[in-house]
């Protein structure tokens, strides 16, 4: 069963930056890509940055040239670099994968962006 882990959230000042992790099961090649999506409080999850096993990336233009997605393959870990931070990206960070037609999720991780 493949199973995603993010890690990396917390409370962060306006300008500041955060780095965000997500472990995966088996060997991320697998994956016809990986994503973050992200939901703020009370709205849609919407989504974040693609990274596909080509290597390819794609950023939502609320986030170009402030976050930037990538991965590692030995740890088997994508991430999501994040700076520049403001107090509209507060909200849950999830990870997302493809497989063979399947689709995988994380449970998210809470990122706060406050003064």
């Known amino acids: 069963q493949v199973q995603l882990v993010e890690s990396g959230g917390g409370l962060v000042q306006p300008g500041g930056s955060l780095r965000l992790s997500c472990a995966a099961s088996?060997?991320?090649?697998?994956?016809?890509?990986m994503r973050w999506y992200r939901q703020a409080p009370g709205k849609q999850r919407v989504w974040v940055a693609t990274?596909?096993?080509?290597?390819?990336?794609n950023h939502a233009d609320s986030v170009k040239g402030r976050f930037t997605i990538a991965r590692d393959n030995a740890k088997n870990t994508v991430y999501l670099q994040m700076n520049a931070l403001k107090p509209e990206d507060t909200a849950v960070y999830f990870c997302?994968?493809?497989?063979?037609?399947?689709?995988?999720w994380g449970k998210g991780t809470l990122v706060t962006v406050s003064s």
């Open positions: 997302n994968a493809d497989l063979a037609s399947s689709d995988y």
């Open positions: 088996l060997s991320i090649i697998s994956f016809d890509a």
């Open positions: 990274i596909t096993s080509g290597g390819k990336t």
